[in-house]
Nanobody
Framework: QVQLVESGGGLVQAGGSLRLSCAVS????????MGWFRQAPGKERQFVAA????????TYLDSMKGRFSISRDLTKNTVHLQMNSLKPEDTAVYYC?????????????????WGQGTQVTVSS
């Protein structure tokens, strides 16, 4: 099993920044890629970004490019999501997820492990 614990969420004003972290523990070798997703009330879970542990290749939802940045710390088994220029529409619960395969999938159902989520609220 792989355990994921997100942190770093909170309340921020529009235009501000937050850095989310996802600590990975357990059978970490079972995780080849990591993704960040978000879910706003009444909406489906939405892909944000993904990264491979090996090589660090990344992919983003187009609307996130330039504002959000995903990175990984191999020494700490941690994945980060740096979010800048936040907008009220970025308000959601943000989840990190682990994929057993190195696919940078954008589909939630292709991820095998999930964290509990962290709330991000952006005020206008």
């Amino acid at each position: 099993q792989v355990q994921l614990v997100e942190s770093g969420g909170g309340l921020v004003q529009a235009g501000g920044s937050l850095r989310l972290s996802c600590a990975v523990s357990g059978r970490t070798f079972s995780s080849a890629a990591m993704g960040w997703f978000r879910q706003a009330p009444g909406k489906e879970r939405q892909f944000v970004a993904a990264i491979r542990w090996s090589g660090g290749r990344t992919t983003y939802l187009d609307s996130m490019k330039g504002r959000f940045s995903i990175s990984r710390d191999l020494t700490k088994n941690t994945v980060h999501l740096q979010m800048n220029s936040l907008k009220p529409e970025d308000t959601a619960v943000y989840y990190c997820a682990a994929n057993k395969w190195a696919s940078l999938s954008r589909e939630p159902h292709e991820y095998h492990y999930w964290g509990q989520g962290t709330q991000v609220t952006v005020s206008s």
